[in-house]
């Protein structure tokens, strides 16, 4: 018996093929897919196709019309915690990276508190706790541990930690843990070994099956998606949305969210191979919701102020502000050493001033809460 695993769909996708497919559709293309009341991976190829840069108004009313209707006014406000920056990999992309000579630090229960302490302040009720990748430092002792100590203070716990077995999912679920990211950062898979040569995470088919993985665990929402910067976006959203597919109808009682990351600088600075551009991101997002009305779309403090307020009508559902991208960045170690350096760096209160000043009303638990 063949085990359940989207490595057997990806496997029957080849990545220059997909490119030309999508680079090849026609405004005939697009112009269907705008006009279709349920669309397909075949829509969705032609909504992120360079055919449909002249449309992206269109895309944009249309993504505003089905975010009004599917979420109303509301968007949801979560805020990352880094734990630890202790990583046994080497990437090419990021602050961490087991080559990048930095101070590590991971943070005590005292320190974690702390942090809360002060996350709590400002109103957030939705966490994401991201480590590096190191096992034996930060393994699942270490996360299901912060989980125990912090569970009676926020309505959701999502984390973004080095993937896992799914035994080890079921035991983070039972101590309170209801949501993972896992981004695969890119889908070809020769690209995703040039950026991950060392590490437990060079293993491009255990990131690929982790979902999977979470899915037959239990977990009540994953998140997914690609590093843009790293290989073509557009081949990379394509292959996202198939996985999102997949797993919608494989694990149907799971919610999911995809996120939207475009490098930043960090220590050890790797340019980007392919440029997105702030049009291009506009009209991956704004296809992403023509694709999918109730799928969760989420932008970080990576993006800057300016196109954070003219995206948040667009599609997006939720939203961080003010975010460390270091251990004790709050209130710890505010001077350490971040994972990548943000851009929009207005304070919570300034980002909800915004929100509200766009009509928006802000939540604070996490969106699958309210669906359940």
């Not at 999911?256 to 490098?263: A, E």
């Not at 551009?277 to 506009?282: E, H, P, Q, R, Y």
């Amino acid at each position: 018996m063949k085990k359940t695993s989207f490595k057997n769909i990806f496997d029957q996708h080849d990545w220059d093929q997909t490119l030309s497919d999508i680079l090849s559709k026609t405004e005939e293309d697009v112009l269907r897919a705008l006009s279709s009341q349920k669309r397909t991976l075949e829509d969705f190829k032609a909504l992120i196709s360079p055919a449909a840069v002249p449309y992206i108004e269109q895309m944009a009313q249309l993504s505003y019309q089905i975010t009004k209707k599917r979420f109303g006014n509301t968007i949801q406000m979560y805020a990352p915690m880094y734990l630890s920056n202790e990583c046994q990999n080497i990437c090419t992309y990021c602050g961490f990276s087991m080559t990048n000579t930095i101070p590590r630090r991971t943070l005590t229960d005292n320190e974690i508190l702390k942090e809360v302490d002060y996350l709590k302040s400002k109103g957030y009720d939705h966490i994401l706790l991201v480590t590096g990748e190191a096992n034996k430092t930060v393994g699942v002792d270490y996360i299901k541990n912060a989980i125990q100590l912090i569970q009676s203070k926020f309505a959701n716990i999502t984390i973004e930690v080095q993937p896992l077995d799914q035994s080890d999912y079921e035991i983070l679920i039972e101590k309170g843990l209801y949501a993972v990211l896992v981004y695969q950062e890119t889908y070809h898979r020769d690209e995703y070994k040039k950026h991950h040569p060392k590490g437990r995470k060079s293993n491009f088919d255990y990131r690929l099956e982790t979902p999977d993985r979470l899915g037959k665990a239990g977990i009540h929402k994953i998140g997914l998606g690609a590093l843009f910067g790293l290989e073509d976006w557009r081949a990379d959203s394509f292959f996202t949305a198939l996985h999102l597919q997949y797993l919608q109808k494989t694990y149907w009682k799971t919610k999911y969210s995809i996120s939207f990351p475009r490098l930043r600088p960090h220590s050890g600075g790797l340019e980007p191979k392919v440029e997105m551009t702030d049009s291009d991101l506009v009209q991956l997002i704004c296809a992403f919701r023509l694709l999918d009305e109730d799928v969760e779309l989420s932008m970080s403090t990576r993006e800057s102020e300016v196109f954070r307020e003219h995206i948040v009508n667009l599609g997006i559902t939720s939203i961080s502000a003010e975010s460390k991208t270091n251990p004790g960045g709050y209130t710890v170690e505010p001077q350490s050493l971040e994972q990548f350096e943000i851009s929009d760096e207005r304070s919570t209160e300034e980002v909800v001033a915004m929100l509200k000043a766009k009509g928006l009303d802000v939540v604070w638990k996490d969106w699958a809460n309210n669906w359940q």
